[in-house]
């Protein structure tokens, strides 16, 4: 029987003794349980669980269970150009995406580059995943969007986005509305929907006739905020002194803000969704948990762009945890002083990957967690043919630190089997694999063959080797 026939039957699903991380409120890691789903749902957690018959059993030995991972950030139409931008920084992105060439992307090219970002999601063990999606200049491009989405078994937040027009022109339009009802409106947990749009600075607030379609419709706001030279603290006050801050916003980066400011996420009770990879090569500002955690302001973890960075959640966990404390011994240096005990752990990131996501998108009555009645979205991390596994000692050290996406074994999203024994199940990669080579062939002819070599090659600045006082003095053989 193949897996994709056994996983179809309906038959409850359990994860035999592994060491499952609850990430419940109380962060109970036990170890030698079982994880049993039914239905949608989680139906038990703990050891010797007795199980219906024709229960699928998976072995979980050697393995860690957790809840799926939640990405709150992810430009997925993006992916079709995975690694182009590797040399960018945020002035290069701009330049490409905004001004030259995000314009010429067709409906067809952000249902290719969703397919394979939600694929990716998937294969990766994030089995939530909001869709940053600002190229949606028509609504047919947001139709693709969302077709692409439904395509593949896995949880989105369309977070609806168009970086060629003001955020007043778009969201006010008809046809948006019109969009909604059509598409977003019963879709259940399985596809929630965001606004997603930045205040750059201006003295006029533009942006406020979209914050009061976002108020009309009930619809959460998702915002780049604290974007070094582009969203700045002034946008921040525009939206806090209007009254559009509030517990549903998400603050993407939040890299660069005075004091002020996070006091006032802080005091407005939203959170920020912080992309370490992103900050540490595009230029926000430092990856900012050390500051988030000073001010009490909830994080969420998410990856930005595939144009640039990894798609995976392990990747953010590391270069998260990594960034915060580097950060902590450079402040400490400063003083002359030395860091023995680090404040950020393990476990608070890998609560981050994974309750920090469901909070920050009013999702964690659903999903998070493994709780019974909880909807089951639940990865095994577990790889009995390499070393890096073994032995499972601190678990949430193993996460952040051992474990990468290679190791995800099996990924359950909403009670359904969408990848085991690190195979994914009943998704159609070499479908998507062609729909991407369209794009990527068009973008290539489109851009010409010279814009797109020195898209890929920005100009290195010159570099000088400072002098050395002291010289080269071995000799072979003394
Ligand atoms: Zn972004």
């Known amino acids: 029987m193949t897996n994709d026939n056994q996983f179809q039957s309906g038959r409850p699903v359990v994860f035999r003794n592994g060491l499952v991380l609850t990430m419940d409120d109380g962060h109970r890691a036990l170890r030698n349980s079982d994880v049993l789903v039914q239905g949608e749902r989680i139906a038990e957690v703990g050891p010797n669980l007795s199980v219906p018959d024709a229960t699928i059993e998976i072995d979980a030995s050697d393995g860690i269970v957790m809840p799926g991972m939640i990405d709150t950030h992810r430009h997925m139409w993006q992916t079709v150009m995975r690694g182009y ?32 970002s939600a694929i990716e999601s998937l294969d990766a063990g994030v089995t939530t995943t909001v869709d940053w999606s600002h190229g949606l200049q028509t609504v047919e491009h947001a139709d693709a969007a969302v077709d692409a989405l439904q395509s593949i078994p896995g949880r989105f937040v369309l977070a609806y986005g168009n970086l060629q027009q003001g955020p007043w022109e778009w969201s006010t339009k008809p046809e948006f509305r019109d969009f909604i009802v059509r598409r977003m409106q019963g879709g259940g947990d399985m596809l929630g929907f965001q606004m997603a749009f930045d205040v750059p600075d201006s003295d006029e607030f533009p942006e406020r006739a ?25 946008g921040i006050r525009a939206m806090h002194e209007n009254g559009f801050m509030t517990p549903r916003n998400v603050y993407v980066h939040a890299a660069s803000l005075s004091d002020d400011c996070y006091q006032r996420i802080a005091a407005t009770g939203g959170s920020v969704s912080v992309s370490t990879e992103s900050e540490q090569s595009a230029g926000q500002g430092y990856p900012p948990t050390w500051r988030l955690r000073q001010h009490g302001i909830p994080v969420s973890l998410s990856m930005d762009t595939s144009v640039w960075w990894s798609g995976d959640l392990f990747s953010a966990m590391r270069a998260t945890l990594s960034a915060d404390r580097s950060r902590e011994h450079l402040e400490a240096h400063g003083r ?22 469901s ?5 964690d009555t659903i999903v998070g967690s493994l709780e019974p009645g909880k909807k089951a979205d639940v ?22 630190f051992q474990a990468q996406r290679g190791d995800v074994h099996t990924v359950i999203v909403n009670g359904r089997v969408v990848k085991f024994a690190h195979q994914l199940v009943g998704v159609d990669l070499s479908k998507a694999r062609q729909a991407v080579d369209q794009t990527v062939e068009y973008l290539q002819n489109t851009l010409g063959e010279e814009a797109w070599v020195e898209g890929m090659h920005p100009e290195i600045p010159e570099a000088k080797v400072l002098d050395n006082p002291y010289t080269y003095t071995y000799t072979a053989g003394r």
């Open 85 to 116: 931008g590797a040399d960018w920084t945020l002035t290069q992105y701009f330049v490409w995406y905004y001004l030259q060439w995000g314009k010429v992307f067709r409906p067809q090219d952000i249902f290719a580059g969703n397919v394979l």
């Open 210 to 234: 979209a914050f009061e379609v976002a108020r009309e419709l009930d619809v959460a706001v998702t915002s780049h905020v604290g974007v070094r030279g582009a969203t700045t603290d002034k």
């Open 336 to 357: 002359d002083e030395t860091v023995t005990h680090h404040h950020l752990r393990a476990e608070r990131v890998v609560a981050w990957a994974t309750r920090g996501g």
């Open 359 to 363: 909070q920050a998108l009013g999702l």
């Open 379 to 400: 990865v095994l991390i577990k790889n009995d043919s390499g070393p890096a596994m073994y032995p499972l000692l601190n678990p949430y050290g193993h996460v952040v």
